[in-house]
């Protein structure tokens, strides 16, 4: 069975420090997705990653995907207050989602 | 361009009823994927539909249906509610389906169980 798990599931971050966050999921699959929720509110997508060796930036966060070791990151650069959410990664193959990585910045 | 819609937003029901939730995609989109979304279990894959077909199904019992119509307009039906059942509902609408192609998000209905 697929798993996929998402670690940190609850950061506290400072604002203007930096942070990584990471899944690993168990089988093979070249697609991801991160997605951020706001409480109270649907999912947003943020980046897909289509391949192995893939990076995306988009403002202070980037995401990459490394397929042969199963594993993709979520880099927080210079956090700010706006960042807080829960983030989410899916394994595109059978959309599974990892339990999300609850992100609390504080000044 | 109107994102992905679904109706109600707030449900409540009482154990034994069933529901009938509602999912307009995104105009032009063909796909549309349900899940379930609690705190204890996370999100969780219900099944997806393509062209009026169920091309895919997660691991929940047979109390959850879904259907989609010619308009790419899809339900998903609840028999029997649990208080279990209690959740956010959440639609996502792609261009195609196989789940290879990025995936949008409705509001979600959020149903209670009483």
């Known amino acids: 069975e697929l798993k996929v798990e998402q670690n940190p599931l609850f950061l506290s971050m400072q604002e203007g420090k930096n942070y990584t966050i990471y899944c690993n999921y168990s089988?093979?699959?070249?697609?991801l997705y991160w997605y951020r929720q706001d409480p109270g509110k649907s999912l947003e997508s943020l980046f897909v990653?289509?391949?192995?060796?893939a990076v995306k930036q988009e403002g202070r966060l980037m995401a990459s995907l490394d397929t042969k070791a199963r594993l993709s990151t979520l880099h927080i650069t210079a956090a700010v207050h706006d960042l807080s959410a829960t983030y989410f990664c899916?394994?595109?193959?059978?959309?599974?989602f990892g339990a999300g990585t609850r992100l609390t910045v504080k000044p | 361009k109107a994102g992905v819609t679904q109706t109600p937003r707030y449900l409540i029901k009482t154990r034994g009823q069933q529901v009938t939730l509602s999912c307009s995609p995104i105009?032009?989109?063909?796909?549309v994927s349900w899940y379930q979304q609690t705190p204890g279990q996370g999100l969780q894959f219900l099944f997806e539909?393509?062209?009026?077909?169920?091309?895919n199904k997660g691991n929940f019992p047979g109390r959850f249906s879904g259907r989609q119509f010619s308009n790419s307009r899809s339900e998903m039906n609840v028999s029997t509610l649990e208080l279990g059942d209690s959740a956010l509902y959440l639609c996502?609408?792609?261009?195609?389906?196989?789940?290879?192609?990025?995936?949008?998000f409705g509001q979600g209905t959020r149903l209670t169980v009483v």
């Open positions: 996502a609408s792609s261009l195609v389906a196989g789940l290879n192609t990025e995936a949008f």
């Open positions: 089988t093979t699959s070249d697609r």
């Open positions: 990653l289509l391949s192995n060796g």
């Open positions: 899916a394994v595109v193959r059978d959309m599974r």
């Open positions: 105009s032009g989109h063909r796909s």
């Open positions: 539909y393509f062209s009026e077909t169920q091309r």
